[in-house]
């Protein structure tokens, strides 16, 4: 069965890969990605299972073992600068003390969007999932806690967000330096299977929607980012907490 479905999956990845030659998949793309008879429903653990030779990425299950090579689009995440590791005031302990605390920094702000610590999330957020594989061009991430400004309580369809920056953030515009942005939800659609992502183009770039119980997700990145690496990007989640 391992076999079967190895080579289903280097069947989607070949696939992939002839497919970024043409104009962002030819056309609006809005599909939940399959190949032959049965659905990539395991493209979150694509990593896991397959060794990308032309790109000279790997990725272990369980750990990172990731070979760059000068003009690989990848990167590894474990290299990464967090602007906001080092933020004023950061708080440790139980998930309600933190939540608090954030709150409390953001003063009340309008946007419900807060700056928090990727510790202060990974309390937040049990399990949520941030890549260990990230577009080659990516030095920085910026991370933010985000709230529902009436309640004070996490925000259910968007609870936090990650912006993957190849700037310092907020240094220079968005459109210059932001490559790409995670958004984790804690709202899951029951009749959908997790892993499976759904392709849409969008305004300048493409956006990935998949779930991994019990958090959804959203990826977007820009159309300077090639369509398949998008894609490892959105299959090679870890356990946040577990990113060094």
């Not at 280097?10 to 030659?21: D, I, N, Q």
């Not at 990731?66 to 005031?89: C, F, K």
């Amino acid at each position: 069965m391992c076999q079967q479905l190895h080579v289903q999956m280097m069947a989607c990845a070949t696939l992939l890969f002839a497919m970024r030659h043409s104009l962002w998949f030819a056309a609006m793309l809005v599909v939940t990605i399959a190949c032959a008879d049965a659905p990539l429903s395991r493209v979150g653990d694509i990593s896991e299972d397959i060794i990308h030779d032309d790109a000279e990425v790997t990725v272990v299950a369980g750990e990172e073992e990731i070979l760059v090579e000068p003009d690989s689009p990848y990167g590894r995440a474990g290299d990464l600068t967090w602007s906001n590791d080092d933020i004023e005031g950061i708080t440790s302990g139980d998930t309600a003390a933190v939540l608090t605390a954030v709150w409390d920094r953001g003063g009340g702000a309008s946007s419900g969007f807060i700056q928090a610590a990727r510790s202060e999330i990974a309390v937040s957020l049990p399990q949520v999932g941030f890549p260990s594989v990230v577009p080659s061009a990516v030095r920085y991430v910026s991370s933010q806690l985000v709230f529902d400004t009436s309640s004070g309580l996490l925000d259910a369809a968007t609870s936090a967000a990650f912006g993957l920056w190849s700037e310092t953030p907020y240094s220079v515009a968005r459109e210059a330096g932001q490559q790409a942005v995670l958004r984790v939800g804690q709202g899951v659609d029951e009749g959908v299977a997790d892993n499976n992502i759904s392709v849409e183009e969008v305004p300048e770039g493409i956006s990935l929607r998949w779930q991994e119980r019990p958090y959804s997700y959203e990826l977007f990145c820009r159309v300077s980012i090639e369509a398949q690496v998008c894609l490892e990007v959105a299959g090679s989640l870890r356990p946040l907490a577990q990113l060094g």
